[in-house]
């Protein structure tokens, strides 16, 4: 059976300090893969997809950035955090686009 | 683009009422519409879908319409239980053009009372 998994489940960074957030899938091959981040209380924002190694598309300018080493890999990485990046961040994967998303648990992000 | 709308945001029924939350969307070339719930604390996961070829689909206690005309799909959940109570959330596809990702709504937190 196919699980994803994220970590760290929590993180607390300082304003200007790096971030990297990892996400990974196991059974399955080249999967949809997905970054959201959803702040207290709404929504999900679709940040990253990537249907590929090496093929991110990117739905928000802001300053994160996402990379997609190995087929079922997926890292959200920003070189200077920012207070608003604060947020729980998730990863999902899919066997293919207007198919089920698959949440991994997320990241809860807090930035001082 | 596309937009997704979910209403109400908070819905408090008594145990065995039904709960109804509904969505529009604004691109008509939008096809896939699923639903998910999302425990506090974890991440969202897919309850029904459907897809614009049909106008209804059930499973057990849980049922979805849409209406393509009016742009609009809801969520209809029976005979309600406490393990109901959760954050619904309504997406529709962005539609076509090579770009299929999902558009969500702000999310319904659902309250059950016993």
């Known amino acids: 059976s196919q699980t994803i998994h994220q970590w760290p489940a929590t993180l607390v960074q300082p304003v200007g300090s790096p971030l990297s957030l990892e996400c990974t899938v196991e059974?399955?091959?080249?999967?949809?893969l997905y970054w959201y981040r959803q702040a207290a209380g709404r929504g999900l924002q679709l940040l990253f997809y990537?249907?590929?190694?090496?093929?991110i598309s990117s739905e928000v300018p802001q300053n994160l950035s996402a990379s997609r080493p190995q087929d079922r890999q997926f890292i959200l990485s920003s070189k200077k955090l920012l207070l608003s990046d604060s947020g729980f961040y998730l990863c999902?994967?899919?066997?293919?686009?207007?198919?089920?998303?698959?949440f991994g648990p997320g990241t809860r992000l807090l930035v001082l | 683009g596309e937009n997704v709308e979910q209403h109400p945001s908070t819905l408090s029924v008594q145990e065995g009422d039904s709960a109804v939350i509904k969505c529009t969307y604004s691109?008509?070339?939008?096809?896939?519409f699923p639903w998910y719930k999302q425990e506090l604390g974890k991440g969202p996961q897919l309850i029904i879908d459907?897809?614009?070829n049909v106008g209804e689909k059930k499973d057990q206690r849980i049922a979805v319409t849409l209406n393509k005309t009016a742009k609009h799909f809801s969520l209809h959940i029976t005979e309600t239980q406490p393990e109901d109570s959760a954050v619904y959330f309504c997406?529709?596809?962005?539609?076509?053009?090579?770009?299929?990702?999902?558009?969500w709504g702000a999310g319904t937190k659902l309250i059950i009372k016993p």
């Open positions: 999902a994967w899919s066997i293919a686009p207007l198919e089920t998303q698959y």
């Open positions: 059974g399955t091959s080249n999967p949809n």
């Open positions: 990537s249907v590929g190694i090496g093929q």
């Open positions: 691109d008509s070339a939008s096809n896939y």
């Open positions: 459907i897809r614009s």
């Open positions: 997406a529709a596809s962005k539609g076509g053009g090579g770009n299929y990702q999902l558009i």
